[in-house]
């Protein structure tokens, strides 16, 4: 066959093409009307609050789960998920976790030296330790991880000072989807760093090992109050153009 007796090369308005475009725009619009509009979005944003009192109706395994899917769904530096969960519903060990954030909190008292101000460090310590009222804690857990930038600066001897915070991001990442989600499904809950304060003593209850450790405690369950709207800085207080 000659050149220029070859069939001519399909146009974009072949049938074929088209009907491969119509069910391109039919699996959009399913996935569209799936997915929950930017308003939506919005409002679940702005409508999440931290809890601090809740109700002793417990938290479904299928909640959890849907939870949990949603923290795995974080991004993550070159996708390496260095998180991992522990749902803790006992209630002996969620009271031996406050015991250990109340008995360090003595003993850092300790050594302050005026009264006064003892007095005003110990009165921090229901805000370090209301984590046992949730029927559910979950305790995330950072495992480590070295950027691409990490490893070839060492590679090279040069300092990587200026990534100590790239192993934090996604765990970090991973909060918010769970606390997003938990708040969906009608759940409060207080992301708590406040807990670390007893952070080895922790650690050694939920047997976590080196090179892991606690990032944070996430208590959640129905609440049992409604927080007002904590006030918001102006957008465009917080954000410039170059």
Known sequence: MRRTDRPARLSLGAPWQRKTEENYRRRCAWRYEKMMNPEGLLEILKSRRSVRKFLPDPVPEHDIEKIITAASWAPSGTNHQNWHFTVVRSPE???????????????????????????GFLNYTNYFSFFNTAPVVITVIKKPYDSVTQKLMRRYGLSDAFMSTTDVQGPAAAIQNLVLMAHAL???????????IAKEKLEKILSIQEPDSLLALIPIGRPAHSPAAPRRKEVKGIVNYL
Do not use: F, R
């Not at 009608?186 to 670390?196: A, Q, R, S």
């Open 93 to 119: 060990i969620k009271n031996s976790m406050v015991a250990a954030v109340k008995e360090q909190v003595i003993e850092y008292s300790k050594n302050i030296t005026l009264v006064q101000a003892q007095q």
């Open 186 to 196: 009608g759940y409060g809950t207080c992301w708590m760093t406040g807990p670390l």
